[in-house]
């Protein structure tokens, strides 16, 4: 059965590009309901933003969902992925400002006060977005595609110059807490010239050393180093479980990123639902819920980070 959380779940922090401190509540909603966001800032117009793949507009550094009023929500893929993660599928999440707080850079905060709060089944099945046949999007060397499978599984693989990353890739079946386990305390990364560069457009004003990984060249310049000695595809996992989350539901699928981003997901998730004969919506049955990420969670399934 559907999911959403006990009660209300405060976070307090700073957007990642904004800088600007911003105060989200994530409050438990009805089944069925889905997922929204809501501005408690806005006093004119829409403030309800659906966290749908139809609502998601062009940005190149973070998933940025927009309604018809123009009213917006930016860096909402780590949050997503950790719903997706959890098995919550019913949520309101309250925010004064237009973006998420980046927090560690992770998805291990929501995760953790989300499963510490509890969650509470609900009185409507689950349902998911059964993958029929391969859709895939491209462009330049970045590939995104979705083929059938019988769970979430996600296949990624990365290449940067810089030696401290190089050539990454990792292949998760996404059931049994996988996503809690392995991918939640995977944090942001980029290189010290795009931080220089980001700066120099007036973005990521709110990074720090403390909620990303930083790289030159063969050196890992955050304190602390590493989380995973691959954590940078497994962040790159952990953005691809949010953004495919925004399709309205879980989806039964294997997920293949080559270089890919939000955007070219996103794009991925437009193509699948333009074609009819490539997806359907199916109740699942407790044999398949069993097999959703987020489900027979624990709390002490988390990993102990520094």
């Known amino acids: 059965m559907q999911n959403t959380l006990k009660s209300a779940v405060v976070f307090e922090g700073r957007g990642l590009h904004s800088g600007a401190p911003v105060r989200m509540v994530v409050r438990p909603a009805s089944a069925d309901y889905g997922i929204w966001f809501k501005r ?32 917006e929500v930016s860096t909402i893929e780590h949050v997503m992925a950790a719903l997706a993660g959890c098995a919550i599928h019913n949520a309101v999440i309250e925010i004064d400002g237009p973006e998420v707080p980046i927090l560690d850079g992770s998805a291990l905060a929501f995760v953790d006060a989300f499963l510490a709060k509890g969650l509470i089944e609900q009185s409507a099945p689950v349902r998911a977005i059964r993958v029929l046949k391969p859709v895939e999007v491209r462009e330049g060397e970045a590939v995104a595609r979705l083929d059938p499978a019988d769970m979430l599984e996600i296949d990624f693989s990365i290449h940067f110059d810089e030696a401290a990353i190089g050539s990454q890739a990792k292949h998760l079946s996404l059931s049994n ?23 120099a457009r ?9 909620n990303a990984v930083v790289f030159e060249g063969d050196r890992v310049l955050s304190p602390g180093g590493l989380r995973h000695r691959d954590e940078p595809v497994r962040h790159k996992m952990l953005d691809a479980m949010g953004d495919l989350y925004l399709a309205g539901g879980p989806i039964l699928g294997r997920y293949t ?14 193509a699948l639902f333009a074609d009819l004969t490539a997806w359907r919506m199916v109740e699942c049955s407790a044999l398949t819920v069993g097999k959703l990420p987020g489900m027979g969670v624990h709390r002490s399934d988390l990993p102990a980070t520094a």
Do not use: K, Y
């Open 177 to 199: 807490g996988a996503f809690v386990r392995e991918l939640a305390d995977s944090r942001t990364f980029c290189r010290q010239a795009d931080v220089d560069a980001m700066r």
């Open 257 to 270: 990123g080559i270089r890919s981003g939000h955007a070219l997901t996103n794009r991925l998730l437009v």
């Open 202 to 210: 007036g973005l990521a004003l709110g990074g720090t050393l403390d």
């Open 40 to 71: 408690t800032d806005v006093t004119s117009g829409d403030a309800m933003i659906a966290a749908r793949w139809d609502q998601v507009v062009p940005s190149r550094l973070c998933t940025l969902i927009r309604n018809a009023s123009g009213v």
